[in-house]
Every structure is written in structure tokens, then in C-alpha cells.
């Protein structure tokens, strides 16, 4: 099989990785891709967003099956334009990616089916945004009814913080023009669960957590993920059960009777709360960072997966390992504000831990250099979440370069006694 993959980040890396290990799989183009992807994969130079000419290069190549990435491509409605060509493609429509690219659209959904979420408003006036959470009070969440690269929702822990993020959004449009979804505060441990779904089917993946916040002990600005682990002993099989029952299964049925069926990956961003499990957000694709800690456990072979959601027929579930895994995210001294590109990256050669690349680039001279915000993810895989956590510090040192950070706290809470 010759499979295409859209996107050029760390989750499209751990998916060109587990495609790689399908025996069905001869040839990976990734599109646009990056320079680690490009040691597993050709790499095309065409947009993620770019719906004409990703078709073109599949009906060119005779691509026998299309994996999307990000939500960006979903949400132009490249899957449409692919199943119009009769070109098999694993990933929501676009009328089925507003459970992601559209906050109001998933709160009236969850709202109309009884899927338990957090009470809110939305508002397209900043003076009237600015009264409810004035009368609500803070802490509260607000949230960019839109795509805004996971960057888009605020905790505010005041009113005066709850302002500043409505002058943003509302006022400044710092993300486009749009509306603002304002949410009461939940207090618990959160969770992802991601499933894949083909119509009312809904088979879990292991659940993980990512850890948003830029510095250790959850301090300063949120990211896209700063590293994320598998094998969290405080989401029990009981908490999953719940989760599986009231929220993932409901969704993917309500999706079906409002004639928008998903058919990909169904990410639940849950909040495990005192009176049980309730949705922070939903996505429309594998989460990032979650993919690069979650497919490495898969033991099956991932291209059956993708194939029998893509074609509509029957899917059996993945195997997993028990395993746990850890990954921590190195990035651009400054992310998540402006920061500098360029520098040299040594030694990732000699590392035997999984390592996915997010913003990486090769110079003509072969030198790896730094390339985004988020530069690359230290994946380790162990028996025990303790194990993966040491394999993955030691890891690291080997990594050369001036200009990169990272958490050192990634799976706190699962330590924590």
C-alpha cells in the first residue's frame, strides 16, 4: 500500500511511526511533513490546507489511503473532497469537524443529548460578555468559538484576567472574528480519551494526560502541550467505564442524528469532577501531544484501523500494550511568546527513545536545526509510568542545544502519594 499523511507536526510523526510498522504499508508520502518525519517518509511540499493540490498528488500517485492530521485540513473539508474523488481518507467532514472547530456548535450538542458538561453562554458583544462574568464570578472559563491552535481558552482566575481574555478575543480579535464561549469553572484531575468512531462504533484508546502549561508545578502561559503520559492511577477502569457510557458513545450517536456521523478520531478533553465525568472540550483528530505517548502502545497494526474506518466497513479493536509511556516536549526558549530559529541540534541521533519531531528543519549542510515553538518529544516506553519517567530524563541529556527547554515534572500527578 502507498498511504499519504497531511500535516507536518509530532502527531503526524507518531502516526507515519506506527504506519511503519504495518507490513501492508510499502511507501509513506507525508504532506507538508518535517525534517524527522522525512527518515520514515517522503516528504511533498503541499500545504495541510492546501485541498487541490493534496487530491492531485493522490490521484497522481495512486495513494490507497489518506491519514489527516491536523484539525486546520479537516476543518477546509479535504475528507469531502477526497471522498468525492472516491479517494479513501481516514478523517471527519467538515460539517463533522464542528464538534471541534466550532465550541458553541459541541456546547448545544452536549446541551440537546444530556452529555454532561460545564453550564455556559456564549456572546458575540464584549459588553454583554463582560456582565455575565462580572454577575458569575470568577475563577471562570472563556473560550475562542473557533480553531486557535489549542491556544484559545483561558482559565481565568479573576474578573480582571476574565476581562483582559474577552478584550482579546472579542475587542482585539486576536484569533479572527468570532464569538466567545463563557464556561463555569470545574475543579478535578483531566484526562484525554481519545476513540476512534465510524458512525455509533466507538472503540477507547488508552487515556492520557498532557500537561498545557508552559513551566514546572503548572506555572506560566498555556501551550499546544508540553508532554503528556499514559497509565494515570487516578482514572480508574470504573472512571473510563463512565466516561465510555455518558459522554463518547452518546456523542458519536447524537452526531448521527444530526446527519454530521464522524468517522476518525473522537478526542474527549474530560475532567473527572466530583459528580463524575464531564466534557472540557471536544476534538475533532488525534490530540497532540497525547498521539505521540498513545500510539506507541498500540501492538496491532494500525493500518487496519485507519482502513476499516476509512472504507466504512467493519474494525477490529486495536491491541495495546500495558506498558506505560512518558513524553516530554523540548521547545524554543520564549514559547509560547516569540522565539528564535536556527539553532543546532546535536546528539538526537544517539538516543534510543522514540523521538518524534514537531519543529525541526535540515540545512543543506545536514545540521538539525530548530524550526517552531515546540521542537521535538522524548517518547520513552517501560513497564512502570516510574521507569519511563527516568528513562526518558536520562534521554535527554544527550540532546546538544542552546536554545531549547523543557518540564521536568511531566506525570506529577500520577507520583504524587
Known amino acids: 500500500m502507498k498511504v499519504l499523511v497531511v500535516g507536518s507536526g509530532g502527531r503526524e510523526h507518531a502516526i507515519v511511526d506506527a504506519l511503519s510498522r504495518s507490513p501492508q ?5 507525508c504532506a507538508p511533513g518535517n525534517a524527522g518525519i522525512a527518515s520514515q517518509a517522503e ?5 495541510d490546507t492546501d485541498v487541490a493540490g493534496l487530491k492531485q498528488f493522490a490521484v497522481a500517485q495512486a495513494i ?11 476543518a477546509v473539508g479535504v475528507v469531502d473532497a477526497f471522498r468525492e474523488a472516491g479517494l479513501k481518507i481516514f478523517g471527519h467532514t467538515q460539517t463533522a ?5 466550532s465550541k458553541e456548535f459541541a456546547k448545544q450538542l452536549m446541551v440537546k443529548y444530556d452529555i454532561p458538561t460545564a453550564a455556559y453562554e456564549a456572546f458575540d458583544d464584549y459588553e454583554q460578555a463582560r456582565a455575565y462574568v462580572e454577575r458569575k464570578g470568577a475563577p471562570i472559563v472563556l473560550k475562542y468559538d473557533g480553531l486557535a491552535a489549542g491556544k484559545g481558552v483561558v482559565v481565568a482566575m479573576s474578573i480582571e484576567e476574565a476581562d483582559a481574555a474577552l478584550r482579546d478575543m472579542l475587542l482585539d480579535a486576536s484569533f479572527g472574528q468570532g464569538r466567545v464561549v463563557v464556561e463555569d469553572f470545574l475543579t478535578g484531575p483531566e484526562f484525554s480519551l481519545m476513540c ?7 472503540v477507547p484508546m488508552p487515556v492520557a494526560q498532557d500537561h498545557k502549561r508552559a513551566y514546572d508545578g503548572d506555572k506560566g502561559p498555556n501551550t499546544g502541550g508540553m508532554g503528556a503520559y499514559t497509565r494515570m492511577p487516578f482514572i480508574t477502569d470504573e472512571d473510563i467505564a463512565e466516561a465510555m457510557k455518558h459522554v463518547m458513545l452518546p456523542t458519536a450517536k447524537a452526531m448521527v442524528a444530526e446527519g454530521c456521523p464522524l468517522s476518525g478520531v473522537l478526542y474527549g478533553g474530560l475532567m473527572k469532577t466530583p459528580d463524575g465525568v464531564k466534557v472540557i472540550e471536544f476534538n475533532a483528530r488525534f490530540g497532540d501531544p497525547e498521539t505521540e505517548v498513545v500510539l506507541p502502545l498500540m501492538d496491532s497494526d494500525i493500518c487496519d484501523t485507519f482502513m476499516g474506518i476509512a472504507t466504512g466497513e467493519e474494525f477490529a479493536a486495536p491491541v495495546w500494550s500495558d506498558d506505560a509511556t512518558l513524553g516530554v516536549v523540548l521547545a524554543s526558549k520564549g514559547y509560547p511568546g516569540s522565539y528564535d530559529k536556527g539553532f543546532v541540534i546535536g546528539g538526537v541521533e544517539s ?3 522514540k523521538t518524534y519531531h514537531m519543529g525541526t528543519a535540515r540545512r543543506e549542510s545536514g545540521e538539525l536545526v530548530t524550526a517552531g515553538g515546540r521542537v521535538m518529544i522524548v517518547v520513552a516506553r517501560a513497564a512502570t509510568l516510574a521507569e519511563a519517567h527516568t528513562y526518558v530524563a536520562k534521554e535527554i541529556e544527550k540532546i546538544e542545544c542552546e536554545n531549547l527547554f523543557h518540564r521536568n515534572d511531566i506525570g506529577y500527578q500520577a507520583f504524587k502519594k
Open 351 to 353: 538516543l534510543s527513545a
Open 97 to 101: 469537524t464542528r464538534i471541534e472547530s
Open 64 to 74: 490507497d489511503l489518506t491519514v489527516v492530521g491536523p484539525e486546520a485540513a479537516l
Open 25 to 29: 504499508v510499502d511507501k509513506i508520502y
Open 43 to 47: 516528504c511533498v511540499p503541499i500545504k
Open 196 to 202: 476512534f468512531v465510524h458512525g455509533d462504533k466507538v
